[in-house]
């Protein structure tokens, strides 16, 4: 058990609607991560908050959006969903600094209908 | 620029076999270098890390040095069992984690 929690473990919707996606990182963790894997894309970094505020930007389309709340948990918003939205979300999250390593959540599987 | 390149799976092994998977990479500076293990239906896991260079981490029969000369952090293990069949992920951190695209193992019995 990693300590970090997502939920849903499944979401099962249509195109075009829109979802939110939870994690709850591990007790002590300011830093949270959010990550795509898909079998086409691998594992793509979608994006870092540090202590409620955005640190980092990776391949993130602007149709999704994410926030980490004041308890810091944070929720991934994906909009407008496409066929190709499909994948599986994973949360992360780390204490401060480079040589820490980061701790997966399960993931939510979206699949797009 | 900076990315981790992984050897291409499949690696099929039958149990007991020596197992390498490796892994270069490129980075400015002195990365901290990781592997992740995900079993079918689960999430990444860490496997071992090495922050500095010379350093090696391992984990349940899994080794992995840090060599700075060759940029490469190479994951071994002497003997794999059936239950390591799995993707290996190697990884590198300076500002950000960089996967690498993953090595799925499968060993027979």
């Known amino acids: 058990d990693s300590g970090v929690t997502q939920t849903p473990k499944h979401l099962i919707t249509a195109t075009g609607q829109r979802v939110t996606l939870r994690c709850s990182p591990r007790s002590g963790d300011l830093s949270v991560y959010w990550y795509q894997q898909s079998l086409d894309q691998g594992l793509q970094f979608l994006i870092q908050?540090?202590?409620?505020?955005?640190?980092a930007k990776g391949n993130i389309l602007e149709r999704f959006s994410a926030q980490q709340f004041p308890d810091l948990h944070s929720e991934l918003n994906l909009s407008s969903l496409e066929l190709g939205d499909s994948a599986l979300y994973f949360c992360?999250?780390?204490?401060?600094?480079?040589?820490?390593?980061?701790?997966f959540g399960d993931g939510t599987r979206l699949s797009i209908l | 620029g900076n990315s981790v390149t992984q050897m291409e799976g499949p690696v099929t092994l039958s149990e007991e076999a020596f197992l390498t998977i490796n892994c270069t990479y490129t980075?400015?500076?002195?990365?901290?270098l990781f592997w992740y293990v995900q079993y079918p239906g689960e999430g990444l896991q860490l496997l071992l890390k090495a922050t500095k260079a010379d350093d090696k981490g391992s984990n349940k029969g899994f080794e992995a040095t840090y060599r700075k000369e060759t940029t490469s952090f190479h994951l071994e293990k002497g003997s794999v069992q059936v239950s390591d069949s799995a993707v290996y992920f190697c990884a590198r951190n300076t500002d950000k984690l960089i996967f690498g695209t993953g090595t799925r193992l499968q060993v027979f019995p």
């Open positions: 992360a999250s780390s204490q401060p600094g480079s040589n820490q390593p980061q701790h």
């Open positions: 980075a400015t500076g002195y990365p901290s």
């Open positions: 908050y540090y202590n409620g505020e955005e640190r």
